[in-house]
């Protein structure tokens, strides 16, 4: 598994009772870690014993810390350096577990880092069975990022996994990748308009939203089009059909990384030849497991193929 993920970041979790505007407070634990979405990726790959090979840009300030910190978790990292800080996304978790996330800026992109950034993923892609490109893109970095490498991932024989911001992954979608898993606040708001907070994912109309946004994500390119709801379940939109697959139940301490999971999951038996159903089981299952943890992509590999045997696939 190769993992494109452009803006890398140092993730900073904090505990606290409760999350207080305006309020000085004591925090009850901190953990700091390699973080970006790619990171979490390549974590839940591994709880599968997956090694991920993760790819992305180093800013010179900072950099080092990320490598040695990630060089601990046993990832693989073929770096691109470039100037600038690294950036630093900062999650409270209160006891509540209503998270926050405070995403920092990455580092400006110019055209000469990405096309280094392009040639480092076409030869690393030799041998690799799937390529994942996972996070948002740092100031600089063209729209047309992932269907760029959407290609070269097809030109090597390789399936490709697009886990991006809405404007990233519309712009994908012509290339064809084999699988996309927007959740449904960005997949309604992608292809209907529709702002976050007018996107309920825990009503009754759920599973009829989810496969409508996934039906339209394929016509629009997507070879397997995935729309996540959260603790609802997932919808799977295919050439052979259409199927809304329920969430297991599981204790939820966070849900940050969740989407990554789910790629990483998803990832793993695309690159196996799974069914397409299976392939969105073990993504979902990967998710979940990871809801139980509280560090993004962490999580119980046995626990996630306890829960694949739980999710089951309703045609549509």
Request: net charge negative; proline share 7%; aromatic share 4%.
């Amino acid at each position: 598994m190769l993992i494109a993920t452009p803006n890398i970041c140092l993730d900073i979790t904090v505990r606290v009772p409760r999350l207080v505007p305006g309020a000085v407070l004591r925090a009850t634990g901190t953990e700091t870690t390699a973080g970006g979405k790619g990171v979490n990726v390549a974590r839940a790959a591994r709880a599968h014993g997956v090694a991920g090979v993760l790819t992305g840009f180093l800013p010179r300030e900072d950099g080092d810390r990320f490598a040695t910190l990630l060089g601990r978790e046993g990832t693989a990292f073929l770096p691109v350096p470039v100037d600038g800080v690294l950036r630093v996304v900062t999650i409270f978790l209160p006891d509540d577990g209503q998270v926050t996330v405070v995403n920092g800026r990455g580092p400006e992109i110019d055209a000469a880092h990405w096309s280094r950034f392009v040639d480092g993923v076409r030869a690393a892609l030799a041998g690799q069975d799937v390529l994942v490109c996972s996070g948002s893109l740092p100031p600089g970095v063209p729209v047309e990022a992932y269907g760029e490498l959407t290609r070269l991932g097809h030109e090597a024989g390789v399936p490709v996994v697009v886990d991006g911001a809405p404007p990233v992954l519309r712009a994908a979608l012509p290339t064809g990748p084999d699988l996309v898993s927007p959740n449904l606040s960005e997949a309604e708001g992608m292809l209907f308009g529709r702002v976050d907070e007018d996107v309920n994912e825990t009503g009754d109309d759920v599973p009829d939203r989810a496969v409508t946004a996934a039906r339209e994500l394929r016509r629009a390119g997507a070879v397997r089009a995935v729309v996540t709801a959260g603790g609802s379940g997932a919808a799977l939109a295919t050439a052979d059909g259409v199927w809304w697959l329920p969430s297991p139940t599981v204790h939820l301490v966070s849900p940050i990384g969740a989407g990554d999971s789910f790629a990483a999951g998803a990832g793993i038996a695309l690159a196996r030849g799974d069914a397409d159903v299976d392939v969105v089981r073990l993504g979902m299952a990967t998710a979940s497991a990871s809801c139980e943890t509280a560090v993004a992509g962490i999580l119980d590999g046995a626990r996630a193929l306890e829960l694949f045997e739980q999710i089951e696939a309703e045609p549509r």
